[in-house]
């Protein structure tokens, strides 16, 4: 049994937590809701008063936030607050590559290992505990986190360095981006030249269009029985978390020079679902959003004509 500082109890971090709790460890936990920690006990957790009484005996600190400044800011205070202790350090938020390598650089030169492991399969597989987890750090420290990990993820990868586990998310979840919106476009189109459905996703799912916004996650009601399309597009994966994702990787890309002019356009197209109130929906709701008759506001004049 470990003992565990798990900081950040929301949708993913509460049932992360939960799963390690089955597992027989001792998990304190904390907030800064009152109501996730309260949720966090009922699950067999101990709640504790601040990130930093979670710090004391813990062999892992396991942060699970909304964005890099949170974690900028959570580990400059416990790293000051460890004096001469020395757990493995987590951080499974989804942030931007270069503050993953700047908090890893500030737990290193302070004699911590730390991890970047950011999470794959969203809240289902955080309660089913078979998330992917991608990550980036030293090879030792990969090796002292993995058990942990798999307690609560089926796949966990080590993707390189300080900084890698971020980077193999963004880009990962640029592909899925693109390939939704690729996916949805397809099925606007079948609709508009009375394809039926059933036959589009009977040929793409076997043939050369396959991938997983088809086999998967269908964004049309019928094909595919668990996607969020038959539940009125509830998420799932939220469009504003997609947004999210995108949002990194043009930062990324900006940083390194890389080419994504599709990844760009992505990111507009799920900005500008966002500002039609869909931020909470599924992303895939893509699909009811440029079939309701967008056309005219997405296709720039001179690709129109
Ligand atoms: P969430 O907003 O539900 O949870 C974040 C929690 O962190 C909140 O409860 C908030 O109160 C807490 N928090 C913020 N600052 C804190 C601090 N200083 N100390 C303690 N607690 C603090 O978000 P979520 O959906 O659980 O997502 C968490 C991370 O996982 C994000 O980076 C997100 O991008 C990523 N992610 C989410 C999903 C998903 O489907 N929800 C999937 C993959 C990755």
Same mark, same amino acid.
């Not at 709790?21 to 009922?42: N, S």
């Not at 360095?161 to 939704?180: P, R, T, V």
């Not at 394809?195 to 076997?206: C, G, I, N, P, Y």
């Not at 799920?270 to 997405?298: I, K, P, T």
């Given at each position: 049994?470990?003992?565990?500082?798990?900081?950040?109890?929301?949708?993913? *971090?509460? &049932?992360?937590?939960?799963?390690?709790? /089955?597992? !027989?460890?001792?998990?304190?936990?904390?907030?800064?809701?009152?109501?996730?920690?309260?949720?966090?006990?009922?699950?067999?957790?101990?709640? +504790?008063?601040?990130?930093?009484?979670?710090?004391?005996?813990?062999?892992?600190?396991?942060?699970?936030? &909304?964005?890099?400044?949170?974690?900028?800011?959570?580990?400059?205070? #416990?790293?000051?607050?460890?004096? !001469? /202790?020395? &757990?493995?350090?987590?951080?499974?938020?989804?942030?931007?590559?270069?503050?993953?390598?700047?908090?890893?650089?500030?737990?290193?030169?302070?004699?911590?290992?730390?991890?970047?492991?950011?999470?794959?399969?969203?809240?289902?597989? @955080?309660? @089913?505990?078979? #998330?992917?987890?991608?990550?980036?750090? @030293?090879?030792?420290?990969?090796?002292?986190?993995?058990?942990?990990?798999?307690?609560?993820? %089926?796949?966990?990868?080590?993707? *390189?360095?300080?900084?890698? *586990?971020?980077?193999? /998310?963004?880009?990962?979840?640029?592909?899925?981006?693109?390939?939704?919106?690729?996916?949805?476009?397809?099925?606007?189109?079948?609709?508009?030249?009375?394809?039926?459905?059933?036959?589009?996703?009977?040929?793409?799912?076997?043939?050369?269009?396959?991938?997983?916004? +088809?086999?998967?996650?269908?964004? +049309?009601?019928? &094909?595919?029985?668990?996607?969020?399309?038959? %539940?009125? =597009?509830?998420?799932?994966?939220?469009?504003?978390?997609?947004? /999210?994702?995108?949002? #990194?990787?043009?930062?990324?890309?900006?940083?390194?020079?890389?080419?994504?002019?599709?990844?760009?356009?992505?990111?507009? #197209? =799920?900005?500008?679902?966002?500002?039609? *109130?869909?931020?909470?929906?599924?992303?895939?709701?893509?699909?009811?959003?440029?079939?309701? !008759?967008? %056309?005219? %506001?997405?296709?720039?004049?001179?690709?129109?004509?």
């Amino acid at each position: 049994m470990a003992t565990v500082a798990f900081i950040g109890l929301g949708n993913m *971090g509460r &049932p992360m937590a939960a799963n390690l709790v /089955k597992a !027989g460890h001792d998990v304190a936990g904390f907030d800064l809701v009152p109501e996730a920690v309260a949720a966090h006990v009922a699950a067999g957790g101990r709640a +504790v008063a601040s990130a930093e009484e979670a710090l004391r005996e813990a062999d892992f600190v396991i942060s699970m936030l &909304p964005a890099g400044r949170h974690v900028r800011e959570l580990y400059a205070g #416990l790293i000051a607050a460890l004096a !001469g /202790k020395t &757990p493995l350090l987590i951080d499974s938020s989804t942030i931007d590559v270069q503050t993953a390598r700047e908090v890893s650089a500030t737990a290193q030169a302070a004699g911590l290992e730390m991890l970047d492991a950011p999470v794959s399969g969203g809240v289902g597989g @955080a309660a @089913a505990g078979t #998330l992917t987890f991608m990550v980036g750090g @030293a090879a030792a420290a990969f090796a002292r986190g993995q058990p942990i990990l798999q307690q609560m993820g %089926r796949n966990i990868v080590h993707a *390189g360095a300080a900084g890698a *586990g971020q980077a193999a /998310k963004i880009c990962n979840n640029m592909i899925l981006g693109i390939s939704m919106i690729g996916v949805c476009e397809a099925f606007v189109l079948a609709d508009r030249l009375g394809l039926d459905r059933q036959k589009l996703f009977e040929v793409s799912a076997t043939s050369s269009g396959q991938c997983w916004s +088809v086999t998967s996650y269908c964004p +049309v009601p019928g &094909p595919v029985p668990a996607s969020p399309a038959n %539940r009125d =597009y509830a998420a799932g994966f939220a469009t504003g978390l997609m947004l /999210k994702d995108l949002s #990194l990787a043009q930062e990324a890309a900006a940083a390194t020079g890389a080419s994504t002019p599709l990844g760009a356009h992505a990111a507009r #197209l =799920y900005a500008a679902m966002a500002e039609a *109130g869909l931020s909470a929906s599924d992303f895939s709701v893509a699909f009811r959003w440029l079939s309701s !008759g967008a %056309r005219e %506001r997405l296709v720039p004049e001179a690709e129109a004509t």
